[in-house]
């Protein structure tokens, strides 16, 4: 079984450009995240989604982070303008339906803002 | 609020040698707790959880127990092997599910030959 795939897997680019982050995750989980992980950090939970709904953002920076998820499958998360604290692993994670089960992680994307 | 505090690394240990990583939280209501592993190149995984108090979650060697008493979630294992080398995260959950994860700040294992 595949597990949960993410891309890129690195990407560098500078202040005030946009880049976006894709997610696909195990087939057949309804629940998707993406967390946020700055260097010697633990990962910090930006948006959970059931399906298609976003069922918690309450800790998506709003002005400049927006997040989707179609058809309730791949996701997309997107940064514009980036700013040089935006640099970090964005992480995404799947599970079954519902918060009970296992979350399996993505290795995650490193972005670097330059 | 709630927050989880780790035993800060890097830890460097010889094969075989006996591992224990220090986790003591606080939180808002009964949480369970969790460790997870990060090896090398690849997303964090689930190693073992613990419920509730007194609990003894366990894994591939690892253990840790739920100490209501003293907040605490030690993980441990008696002989460490090369391939345990990794970044080690306590985390707890305090919802009545676990989608609402609280991270340590992980500790990073190395195990030399």
């Known amino acids: 079984e595949a597990g949960v795939v993410q891309s890129p897997r690195y990407k560098i680019i500078e202040k005030k450009q946009p880049v976006a982050f894709w997610c696909n995750p195990i087939s057949g989980h309804n629940t998707l995240y993406w967390y946020l992980q700055n260097l010697g950090q633990g990962p910090e939970l930006l948006i959970r989604?059931?399906?298609?709904?976003?069922?918690?953002d309450s800790q998506l920076p709003k002005d400049r982070f927006s997040a989707e998820r179609l058809k309730g499958v791949d996701s997309t998360l997107k940064i514009q303008p980036a700013e040089l604290g935006d640099s970090a692993v964005y992480l995404c994670?799947?599970?079954?339906?519902?918060?009970?089960?296992?979350?399996?992680f993505g290795p995650g994307t490193r972005l670097t803002v330059t | 609020g709630n927050s989880v505090t780790q035993m800060e690394g890097p830890v460097t240990l010889s094969e075989e040698a006996f591992l224990t990583i220090n986790c003591t939280y606080t939180?808002?209501?009964?949480?369970?707790l969790f460790w997870y592993v990060q090896y090398p190149g690849e997303g964090l995984q689930l190693l073992l959880k613990a419920t509730k108090a007194d609990d003894k979650g366990s894994n591939k060697g690892f253990e840790a127990t739920y100490r209501k008493e003293t907040t605490s979630f030690h993980l441990e294992k008696g002989s460490v092997q090369v391939s345990d080398s990794a970044v080690y995260f306590c985390?707890?959950?305090?919802?009545?599910?676990?989608?609402?994860?609280?991270f340590g700040t992980g500790t990073r294992l190395t195990i030399i030959p």
């Open positions: 989604y059931e399906n298609e709904e976003a069922v918690d």
């Open positions: 985390a707890l959950s305090t919802t009545r599910g676990n989608e609402k994860l609280t």
């Open positions: 939180a808002t209501g009964y949480p369970s």
């Open positions: 994670a799947s599970s079954q339906g519902g918060s009970f089960y296992e979350q399996y």
